[in-house]
T-cell receptor, first 117, second 115 residues
């Protein structure tokens, strides 16, 4: 298993450009997440998905969009990039059982370092 | 509201010293999970441990140990006989059991272990 993979590893954007950060997991996990990590800070949740076709906003969703058409893929779209979106982006996934109260471990991809100039 | 506080921004130790990283959390839920992740200089996030709120037993894994105390809302992490390879940023995180299982992260503690 490759686990959680993210592409690209690095990207430089100009203000106003758009791009899609790709995230794929091969563990058949139902839950997927996008976080951003700003310098010296912890991670903050941008969007999450509890299954294909279902997405919802996290703590810092402005300026981003997501879709979840398959179990494996959870792309993050940046429209009209701004310098405030310069950050490291992490995708994560977990398999969460809903029968009981249980939180499974989230496994993270290697991250995408994005710079907006 | 949920919150995780890691008051130690940076800790420096010399190899073979023991070091404890503090984590204090806030939650109104009675059922929740606590995590520690390691972020080495290469940048990836490595899962270390998950603990649920009903299990207050301390855990030891090699040189790593965790002390969970609900009375003080703390989940501290100790590295015994630290090594240079332990140099990393360590994050504590909280997850309340709802329909999202999202993680609330602390701001991290940077540990530098010098030879």
């Amino acid at each position: 298993n490759a686990g959680v993979t993210q592409t690209p590893k690095f990207r430089i954007l100009k203000i106003g450009q758009s791009m899609t950060l790709q995230c794929t997991q091969d563990m058949n996990h139902n839950y997927m997440y996008w976080y951003r990590q700003d310098p010296g800070m912890g991670l903050k949740l941008i969007y999450y998905s509890v299954g294909a076709g279902i997405t919802d906003k996290g703590e810092v969703p402005n300026g981003y969009n997501v879709s979840r058409s398959t179990t494996e893929d959870f792309p993050l779209r940046l429209e009209l990039a701004a310098p405030s979106q310069t950050s490291v982006y992490f995708c994560a996934s977990s398999y969460t059982r809903r029968q009981g109260k249980n939180t499974d471990t989230q496994y993270f991809g290697p991250g995408t370092r994005l710079t907006v100039l | 509201a949920q919150k995780v506080t890691q008051a130690q921004t940076e800790i420096s130790v010399v190899e073979k010293e023991d070091v404890t990283l503090d984590c204090v959390y806030e939650t109104r839920d009675t059922t929740y999970y606590l995590f520690w992740y390691k972020q080495p200089p290469s940048g990836e996030l490595v899962f270390l441990i998950r603990r649920n709120s009903f299990d207050e037993q301390n855990e030891i894994s090699g040189r790593y140990s965790w002390n969970f105390q609900k009375s003080t809302s703390s989940f501290n992490f100790t590295i015994t006989a630290s090594q240079v390879v332990d140099s990393a940023v360590y994050f504590c995180a909280l997850s309340e059991v709802d329909n999202t299982d999202k993680l609330i992260f602390g701001t991290g503690t940077r540990l530098q272990v010098f030879p």
